[in-house]
Structures are given as C-alpha cells and as structure tokens.
Nanobody
Framework: QVQVVESGGGLVRPGGSLRLSCAASTFSFSSYDMSWHRQAPGKERELVAS??????????NYADSIKGRFTISRDNTKNTVYLQMNSLKPDDTAVYYC?????????WGQGTQVTVSS
C-alpha cells in the first residue's frame, strides 16, 4: 500500500524548465518501481519516464519525444522521485502523473498540470 502525491507543475514559457516531485508514503520506497506518465486533452495517457527499484543500479527509460530533455531521478532517503524537465515545448503540455509499482500492486497520484505557452 502506497500513496503518491505530485507537485511542481505550473505555467512555463517554451524553452523553460520545471522540476516535478512525487512524494511517496511508504517505508519500502526503495523497493518500488517509479514512473512518470502524462495525458494531454484528447490523447491517451503515455509513459514519459521510468526508474527501477534497484538503488544500486537503477535503470531508466524515456519516451522518444522527451529523450535528452527530461531526466528522472529518485532520492530514497526522501521517498521522492523527480522529473527534471528542460527545453520545454508546447507539446509537453499535459497532466503529469506519478505511478508507484511493486509486485503487481500499483498506485497513481492525482496529477499535476504542466502548461507550456508563450
């Protein structure tokens, strides 16, 4: 059982940066696989980035659309996963969701809005 809460969304101009945070309420945070997803109006929810539970060798995966611009990371001492978003584009506008998963169990956050507009 785990609850996750996203924060850090907002309005930013093209080319700007934001850092999203996802705080998890669990004593076993390091054992969870964490990921960021996003959903734009009229679009299917898509995986943006993921990071595995292995702190010693956490592997990451990124969607092609954001590769080289976004970075996912985790701080197991703070029970938090981050999404650093650089060089933002209008197409990045969406609600961003955090997901925690472990052994078939998963939880979604409530989402945080990111709007990229001039």
């Amino acid at each position: 059982q785990v609850q996750v809460v996203e924060s850090g969304g907002g309005l930013v101009r093209p080319g700007g940066s934001l850092r999203l945070s996802c705080a998890a309420s669990t004593f076993s945070f390091s054992s969870y696989d964490m990921s960021w997803h996003r959903q734009a109006p009229g679009k299917e929810r898509e995986l943006v980035a993921s990071i595995t539970s292995a702190s010693a060798s956490s592997s990451t995966n990124y969607a092609d659309s954001i590769k080289g611009r976004f970075t996912i990371s985790r701080d197991n001492t703070k029970n938090t996963v981050y999404l650093q978003m650089n060089s933002l584009k209008p197409d990045d506008t969406a609600v961003y969701y955090c997901k925690a998963a472990r052994r078939g169990y998963y939880s979604w956050g409530q989402g945080t809005q990111v709007t990229v507009s001039s």
